[in-house]
């Protein structure tokens, strides 16, 4: 196994802004040399009511979490559980924003090394279609670890089942690729910077399915080829500044955009997909 101690972690939430929403529910399957010794889950009160869409969405009712404990009651299981193991999650910035954030609200210091098993699917199995939960239980025949009974709250949505989910998928990878090949690529996703204090927990953790490329600029290089149009387009050719392959169709990336005082505006350092169905950038 790529790490002795490990947290595979999942949470439901009032929505997606971790600074903002609050934790419905947390599942945290341990695992230690390879074994597992421990799952543990619980319902969280987040002290606001649960929009009826995400009540659809995870099965958690308002009236499930009425009497259930707040995050402050359960801070010294949740950090104790957490303590010394390489943080596991699918979009994990999403599921670390959201803990650091209940965490920070309470002047509580939390950190922890942070695997995204989103980005390990994509480095493991660059040719594959889709890397959300449900294209990994598919093509990996991982159904087998989620409860198909809804109310158990160990199926898929639960904060339980899907983190077994993640315990399982990592399980296959080593019947599937050579122990070299995950130990390299797991060494490689943990090198990237963490994301800097200005932006969201979540904001580089892209939904797995895209049909845009959204550009964030984080540094002052310029931008390879980039030109404004007559038309007052801003036209920046992708494969020569991003340090990644990306799709044919998205291989030069077109916008609106203010005539920049000089040919060149700063260049994105960091990408990601989003769902939007047209190429948007923001270039800060």
Same mark, same amino acid.
């Given at each position: 196994m790529?790490?002795?101690a490990?947290?595979?972690?999942?949470?439901?939430?009032?929505?997606t802004v971790?600074?903002r929403?609050?934790?419905t529910?947390?599942?945290?399957?341990r695992v230690h040399d390879?074994e597992l010794v421990e799952?543990w889950?619980t319902?969280v009160?987040p002290?606001?009511?649960?929009?009826?869409?995400?009540q659809?969405?995870?099965g958690?009712?308002n009236?499930?979490?009425?009497?259930a404990p707040?995050?402050?009651?359960?801070?010294?299981?949740v950090f104790?559980?957490l303590d010394?193991?390489?943080?596991v999650?699918?979009?994990?910035?999403?599921?670390?924003g959201?803990l650091?954030n209940?965490f920070r609200r =309470? !002047?509580? @210091?939390f950190?922890a +090394?942070? $695997?995204?098993?989103?980005? %390990? *699917?994509? &480095?493991l199995?660059?040719? /594959?279609?889709?890397?959300?939960?449900?294209?990994?239980i598919?093509?990996h025949?991982?159904?087998?670890?989620i409860?198909?009974?809804r109310?158990?709250?160990?199926?898929?949505?639960?904060?339980?089942?899907d983190?077994?989910?993640l315990?399982?998928?990592?399980?296959?990878?080593?019947h599937?690729?050579?122990?070299?090949?995950?130990?390299?690529?797991?060494?490689?996703l943990?090198?990237i910077?963490?994301?800097?204090?200005?932006?969201?927990?979540d904001? =580089? !953790?892209? @939904?797995?399915?895209? +049909?845009? $490329?959204?550009?964030?600029? %984080? *540094?002052? &290089?310029?931008?390879?080829g /980039?030109?404004?149009?007559?038309?007052?387009?801003?036209s920046?050719p992708?494969e020569?500044?991003?340090?990644?392959?990306?799709?044919?169709v998205?291989?030069?990336l077109?916008?609106?955009?203010p005539?920049?005082a000089?040919?060149?505006?700063?260049a994105?350092?960091?990408a990601?997909?989003t769902?939007?169905r047209?190429?948007?950038?923001w270039?800060?």
């Amino acid at each position: 196994m790529f790490a002795p101690a490990i947290a595979f972690v999942d949470l439901e939430t009032t929505g997606t802004v971790a600074t903002r929403d609050r934790i419905t529910e947390i599942g945290i399957v341990r695992v230690h040399d390879g074994e597992l010794v421990e799952e543990w889950s619980t319902l969280v009160n987040p002290g606001c009511p649960i929009p009826e869409e995400i009540q659809a969405l995870t099965g958690i009712t308002n009236a499930m979490v009425r009497g259930a404990p707040a995050f402050e009651s359960l801070r010294r299981e949740v950090f104790e559980r957490l303590d010394g193991h390489l943080f596991v999650a699918h979009n994990a910035r999403f599921d670390y924003g959201f803990l650091k954030n209940e965490f920070r609200r =309470l !002047e509580m @210091p939390f950190t922890a +090394d942070v $695997l995204c098993t989103v980005r %390990l *699917s994509r &480095r493991l199995f660059p040719e /594959a279609v889709g890397h959300g939960l449900d294209a990994l239980i598919e093509r990996h025949r991982l159904a087998d670890a989620i409860d198909p009974d809804r109310d158990s709250r160990a199926g898929r949505h639960s904060a339980l089942g899907d983190a077994r989910v993640l315990w399982r998928f990592v399980q296959r990878l080593y019947h599937e690729k050579e122990v070299a090949d995950i130990a390299a690529a797991v060494k490689r996703l943990l090198k990237i910077p963490s994301l800097p204090p200005q932006l969201p927990p979540d904001a =580089l !953790e892209p @939904p797995s399915d895209f +049909d845009s $490329l959204t550009l964030i600029s %984080l *540094s002052s &290089r310029k931008l390879a080829g /980039a030109a404004v149009t007559p038309q007052g387009m801003f036209s920046v050719p992708l494969e020569a500044n991003l340090r990644m392959k990306v799709p044919s169709v998205l291989n030069s990336l077109t916008m609106p955009f203010p005539a920049p005082a000089t040919p060149c505006p700063s260049a994105p350092s960091t990408a990601y997909m989003t769902k939007s169905r047209s190429p948007t950038a923001w270039i800060l």
